[in-house]
């Protein structure tokens, strides 16, 4: 697992960058990150994090209260380093929304057709996570909620003529994106993604 972050959210932690040395809670939630995304939340166990871990059951559950607060815990690292995109657009085009609206499509398809991308880490667990009162629910529906928002604030900042139609719009194709690379490959319509995503900025700036 990791930023896609999305804004969008797909590569998982490396586990080659722990060592002995790092502590032991960093290295569960490596671990866990990484497989997690691999495998899916549902088919780990912690017993297979903690051998992963290089530690023990006892020592996850000293930092981990549960394996549901272990879920929670990854995904709100991944929105955590997600949220750094767009520190970056806003560096990159300092004072031009419409350019880091531009921005974000480029970076984003650049990430979601690595091919070790296995889609966004917090949908995959929406989809995995029935609970609603899951732990993992709320920090899921907070950050696409907030990548939304600042769609929606971009567009505010570069005039579209309806700014929440645009981050709309612009969501849901990141979304179906994601959904069609997985199932259909990067020869699939998610290839269209910079071109819709530009038509649809350029209608709405006109």
């Known amino acids: 697992m990791s930023s896609d972050n999305s804004a ?4 998982p932690a490396p586990s080659l960058g722990t060592t002995e040395k790092t502590p032991p ?6 671990a866990a990150r990484e497989l997690f995304y691999r495998h899916g939340i549902r088919s780990v166990g912690v017993e297979a994090i903690a051998e992963a871990a290089g530690t ?3 020592t996850l559950y000293r930092h981990f209260a549960s394996k549901d607060e272990l879920i929670a815990e990854c995904l709100r690292a991944v929105a955590q380093e997600a949220d750094g995109m767009w ?10 929304a419409a350019a880091q609206l531009r921005g974000w499509l ?5 990430r979601i057709s690595d091919p070790a991308d296995r889609g966004c880490a917090l949908a995959n667990a929406a989809i995995e996570i029935a609970e609603k009162d899951h732990p993992a629910r709320r920090v899921i529906e907070a950050f696409k909620s907030a990548q939304r928002e600042h769609l929606a604030a971009l567009a505010r900042e570069a005039g579209a003529h309806d700014p929440e139609a645009l981050a709309d719009n ?3 194709l990141l979304e179906g994106a994601r959904v069609c690379l997985q199932s259909t490959g990067p020869k699939g319509p998610a290839c269209q993604f910079v071109r819709t995503g530009e038509t649809l900025i350029a209608a709405q700036l006109r």
């Open 56 to 58: 023990n059951k006892m």
């Open 8 to 11: 969008t959210v797909s590569q």
């Open 106 to 110: 480029t970076a984003v398809a650049r």
């Open 25 to 30: 809670r960093a290295r569960i939630l490596a």
């Open 170 to 172: 612009l969501f849901m």
């Open 87 to 96: 520190a970056q657009l806003a560096a990159e085009h300092p004072g031009d």
